[in-house]
């Protein structure tokens, strides 16, 4: 599986690349800054199937590209109870294409956003949550391809 992303052309100096794994990152922590998001939705059957099939979803993220190097992105989501979903879900839309754009410099076609759950917590539970995918930042290993 290919996850490495179109490399911006620096031809004094190299190429930059940006792994999918980082943008999904992008991704996690832009959404779970999003008041009303408890988390990002990944299960067991989604880790069996990347292992049989091309998808790049990493935990709940997928991540795909044009050829003109734009990204398309899905997520699925754990949503606070009471939240109102059709406004969250915007809200995370916008937060996830303002944060890849700034940060990568890339394009983003879209951001389709699928919620996978609902539950209530406590403050504790969504500051659980949080330090989760900012954990993500941190990870340095690349899986396989």
Sequence with gaps: MDNI???DEQPSLGEIRVNHTVVASIVRLAATEVDGVVGISSSIVDGIADLFSKREMDRGVKVTEDPDGNYSIE??????????????????????????????????????????????????????AKAAAEEDVWTTDAPAG
């Excluded at 939240?83 to 944060?99: F, G, H, I, P, S």
């Excluded at 890849?100 to 890339?106: E, F, P, Q, R, V």
């Design 5 to 7: 992303e179109t490399a």
């Design 75 to 128: 997520v699925r989501l754990i949503m606070a109870f009471g939240a109102e979903l059709a406004k969250t879900a915007y809200d995370v839309q916008m937060a996830v294409r303002d944060k890849l754009s700034a940060m990568t410099g890339k394009g983003v076609n879209r951001v389709d956003v699928t919620i996978e759950a609902v539950k209530k917590v406590t403050d504790k539970g969504r500051e659980k």
